[in-house]
Each structure stands twice: as structure tokens, then as C-alpha cells.
T-cell receptor, first 113, second 113 residues
Framework: NAGVTQTPKFQVLKTGQSMTLQCAQDMNHNSMYWYRQDPGMGLRLIYYSASEGTTDKGEVPNGYNVSRLNKREFSLRLESAAPSQTSVYFC????????????FGPGTRLTVL | QKEVEQNSGPLSVPEGAIASLNCTYSDRGSQSFFWYRQYSGKSPELIMSIYSNGDKEDGRFTAQLNKASQYVSLLIRDSQPSDSATYLCAVRSVGGSNYKLTFGKGTLLTVNP
């Protein structure tokens, strides 16, 4: 089992460009999450999907959109990237919403120039 | 705004010593408490969870919870250089029907050989 996978691992964008971060899990988990991690700020929840077909805003949703494509896949889209979105993005999944353990992917390091 | 505060660190201890990591939280309705370990450049992984007041031990790790004081801590006994990492405190609370994890900013621990 690969667990939670994310693509790409690294990305550099120019201000105003768009991109989609991909996340997939092979653990048959119902819930999936997108976080960003900035130096000195800890992990902050951007969006989450409690189950297939549902998505909800987290703490810092502005500038992002998400799609729960199916049970395995949860993508994060930046429509018009800004330097403030330079961060490390982590996808995570859990068996159920509120389940004990969230399993994290390896992260995507994004730089917006 | 639910907040989770951790001692800022960095914390440096000699090999074999006890490392003590502390965390306070603002939401009295918080139900569940977690400690994640994050090695540099890697993703967070869950190492301990605690739900009721008192101590919970798992090998060299002990989590302590005091809900009245809104305080949770992690003790690492016989610290090893391999314990050098950032430790993230996370608190789960319920807002309506939704479960959210709020993370602290993390404490960097260095164990010196």
C-alpha cells in the first residue's frame, strides 16, 4: 500500500498562474483533508471532505478550490496563484471524519514568484 | 478562534534525559488530544493520543492531560538522537457535526549525543 500520495513534490509558479495539486489514498478512507504549513504557523486546514461527495471549508480557504473526484482522490486548485500561497501543502486522510489517526502524504512544496 | 499554544523552543536535551513538551488549548469543549512527530522535510505522523485526564504511557512516551487547566504534555524518557524532530500538539473539537483538528505551531526538539 502506498498510503497517501501527492503530486507534484515541488512546483514553482508565477503570480497569476493556476495549478492543481493531486492527492490519492489507497486505504479506503472516507475523509480527506488539505493543509498548508508555513514557518512559525503550524498546520492550517484549507478544506476537507468528510465523505465522497461532500467538501467543507477549513480555517484558510480563500484562494483555493477543491474537488473530491471519487473516494480515493481529492484535489486542490489554485486559480490565480499569489506569493502568499507559497507554502508546503499536505494532504491527509482518515477512516472517518473525527477518526483518531490522520495519515499524511509526503507534501508538495510550492513557491509562487 | 480556537487556539493551541506550544512552548516555542527550540528545546535541547542530552541523550538519555527526559524531554518535556507542553501544550495549552483555548476551547474547553475539546475532546481529544494528539501528539504528532515531524522530522525535517517529512510529513507529520501520529505518536500519541489521549482522551481523559491523567497519564497515558506508550513505551518511552507519556502523554498527560489536565482538562481543568486545559493543558496537555508529552514526556519522552531516555531521549535518543532519533527523537530529534518537531512535535506538534493537535486538539480535536466538535463544531456542529464537524470534527476539526487544530494544530499548534510545534516545538523543535534536539537530542544531543
Amino acid at each position: 500500500n502506498a498510503g497517501v500520495t501527492q503530486t507534484p513534490k515541488f512546483q514553482v509558479l508565477k503570480t497569476g498562474q493556476s495549478m492543481t495539486l493531486q492527492c490519492a489514498q489507497d486505504m479506503n478512507h472516507n475523509s480527506m483533508y488539505w493543509y498548508r504549513q508555513d514557518p512559525g504557523m503550524g498546520l492550517r486546514l484549507i478544506y476537507y471532505s468528510a465523505s465522497e461527495g461532500t467538501t467543507d471549508k477549513g480555517e484558510v480557504p480563500n484562494g483555493y478550490n477543491v474537488s473530491r473526484l471519487n473516494k480515493r482522490e481529492f484535489s486542490l486548485r489554485l486559480e490565480s496563484a499569489a506569493p502568499s500561497q507559497t507554502s508546503v501543502y499536505f494532504c491527509a486522510s482518515s477512516e472517518l471524519e473525527g477518526a483518531d489517526t490522520q495519515y499524511f502524504g509526503p507534501g508538495t512544496r510550492l513557491t509562487v514568484l | 478562534q480556537k487556539e493551541v499554544e506550544q512552548n516555542s523552543g527550540p528545546l535541547s536535551v542530552p541523550e538519555g534525559a527526559i524531554a518535556s513538551l507542553n501544550c495549552t488549548y483555548s476551547d474547553r469543549g475539546s475532546q481529544s488530544f494528539f501528539w504528532y512527530r515531524q522530522y525535517s522535510g517529512k510529513s507529520p505522523e501520529l505518536i500519541m493520543s489521549i482522551y481523559s485526564n491523567g497519564d497515558k504511557e506508550d513505551g518511552r512516551f507519556t502523554a498527560q492531560l489536565n482538562k481543568a487547566s486545559q493543558y496537555v504534555s508529552l514526556l519522552i524518557r531516555d531521549s535518543q538522537p532519533s527523537d530529534s524532530a518537531t512535535y506538534l500538539c493537535a486538539v480535536r473539537s466538535v463544531g456542529g457535526s464537524n470534527y476539526k483538528l487544530t494544530f499548534g505551531k510545534g516545538t523543535l526538539l534536539t537530542v544531543n549525543p
